[in-house]
């Protein structure tokens, strides 16, 4: 693994940059107040982001990873690592969109987290189909979702309860989904559900449900401590009538364990995507303690309170930075097509834990400066909005006990 960028990561890491600190932090607070985007900007956004892409081969927003294209791999055969770095370069961008703000980054058109189970399981009709739809959003904006939590089945994922049962050629879902991302506007939704909770994973089916499917319907709109700017909603399934060809991966897929694998398979890639984005409002906190220090102290004296900041800032940067290195081997695995379940869950957990830190210490180091929202001092918002990256995506709980499990499997046999 190479510990540098490639030119091209770097170009479309400053371009971002820039957008960043002007356009989108000024503005962050006013969505987090409102509790949303404007139509109008995401449009714009999506726009831009195309022109740039079409000059740095950069897209924005999760679920687009595999439309980024990066040197050409070397032959099939040579001994030289494969060069082709989407998921690498997305964690780039998602580290940059969330140090300007967290919560802009989910609320940009396109797949979102239903993009990766469509593209690991779906049938290359169903691809075309799901994915069809966000080639063009110039009249229109579109979002996809996926819906795995329920009431009582968070980090119990094995444990949904939303039933599924085939007649003729639907099936029929019944159940709730909660705090589900862009699930009130999303086009479609990935949607997990079991034939029978006895079978436990065998028994769990995906489906793509569109909007506007009957008994399909969006309930309670959750108001959240973070991320406010994005929508987090519950998902009602009454009858739900869903049409065969929706089922995810088609039928002679479930045959095993294929529907919680494709839960899994999700994780594997998203995680990184995840560890990079609280990665990004990590290095927001220690940027913005460091600058406040730096105008108002000088560490270099040899006074006792300045040796303890000195040391809170070595601490913070040092723990992201290290962060960084574990999440990018993951999102690096992943380039490789190397397994990386256990690297993703590494990546997540400690990552999560440096960006907490760092939002924390943060807030300590500035004073009574760090609990005042302004415009150009988000620290306040930053400390909301870094909690959850603690809890989706498998909570920090959850991470260590993959962890632990694989490490403990990788020992067998020794
Ligand atoms: C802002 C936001 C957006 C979200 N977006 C989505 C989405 O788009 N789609 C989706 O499907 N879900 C989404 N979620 C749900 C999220 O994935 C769950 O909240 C998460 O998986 C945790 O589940 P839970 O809230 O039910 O907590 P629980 O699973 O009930 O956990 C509660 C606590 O118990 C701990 N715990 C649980 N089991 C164990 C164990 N075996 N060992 C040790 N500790 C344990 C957990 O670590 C946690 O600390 C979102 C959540 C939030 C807050």
Same mark, same amino acid.
């Given at each position: ?15 971002? #940059? ?8 000024? +503005? ?19 726009? $831009?982001?195309?022109? !740039? ?6 897209? !924005? ?25 989407? #998921?690498?370069?997305?964690?780039? *961008? ?9 919560? =802009?980054? &989910? ?5 979102? &987290? ?11 009709? +169903? ?13 229109? &904006? ?5 819906? &795995? ?54 028994? #769990? ?29 519950? =998902? ?72 303890? !900041? ?5 601490? $913070?940067?040092?723990?992201?930075? *290290? ?17 990386? *379940? ?33 415009? #150009? +001092? ?20 959850? +991470? ?15």
């Amino acid at each position: 693994m190479e510990f540098v960028l490639s030119k091209r990561q770097l170009a479309i890491r400053e371009a971002i #940059h820039g957008f960043a600190k002007n356009v989108i932090r000024p +503005q962050a607070l006013t969505w987090d107040r409102e509790g949303g985007i404007p139509e109008d900007f995401l449009r714009n956004l999506i726009r $831009m982001a195309a022109e !740039m892409g079409s000059a740095t081969g950069m897209t !924005m927003g999760p679920g687009f990873e595999e439309d980024v294209q990066d040197e050409a791999d070397p032959a099939p055969d040579s001994p030289e690592p494969k060069k082709k770095q989407s #998921h690498l370069t997305s964690l780039v *961008a998602a580290e940059e969109m969330s140090w300007a703000d967290a919560g =802009l980054l &989910l609320c940009v058109p396109g797949p979102g &987290l239903g993009g990766p189970p469509v593209r690991a399981s779906g049938t290359p009709s +169903q691809k075309e189909r799901f994915f069809g739809i966000f080639k063009d959003m110039s009249e229109e &904006l579109r979002w996809g979702a996926y819906a &795995l939590t329920e009431p009582g089945a968070g980090s119990d994922v094995a444990g949904i309860r939303t039933s599924c049962r085939k007649e003729g050629h639907e099936w029929i879902l019944n159940g709730r989904k909660c705090f589900i991302t862009n699930g009130g506007r999303a086009s479609w939704t990935v949607v997990f559900a079991t034939v029978d909770p006895a079978l436990g994973r065998a028994g #769990h089916r995906a489906f793509v449900v569109e909007k506007g499917t009957p008994g399909f319907g969006v309930g309670r709109v959750e108001e959240k401590m973070g991320l406010r700017a994005s929508e987090t909603v519950e =998902l009602v399934f009454e009858e739900c009538r869903v049409p065969e060809e929706n089922l995810l991966g088609g039928e002679e897929s479930y045959q095993s364990k294929e529907g919680f694998m494709t839960a899994m398979k999700t994780f594997d890639n998203t995680r990184p995507l995840v560890a990079a984005m609280a990665l990004g409002i990590g290095r927001a906190a220690y940027d913005y303690a460091k600058e406040f220090i730096k105008e108002n102290y000088d560490l270099s004296r040899p006074i006792a309170r300045y040796a303890a !900041m000195a040391d809170k800032l070595a601490r $913070m940067g040092r723990q992201l930075e *290290a962060a960084r290195m574990v999440t990018w081997r993951a999102a690096w695995m992943a380039d490789q097509g190397q397994p990386n *379940a256990r690297e993703a869950s590494m990546s997540k957990a400690i990552a999560g834990q440096a960006a907490i830190y760092a939002c924390i210490e943060a807030i300590e180091l500035c004073g009574i400066e760090g609990s005042i929202a302004r415009e #150009h +001092q988000l620290l306040e918002k930053w400390f909301r909005d870094i909690k959850v990256y603690d809890i989706f995506e498998g909570t920090g709980n959850i +991470q260590r006990i993959v962890i632990s499990k694989r490490l403990i499997e990788g020992l067998k046999g020794f």
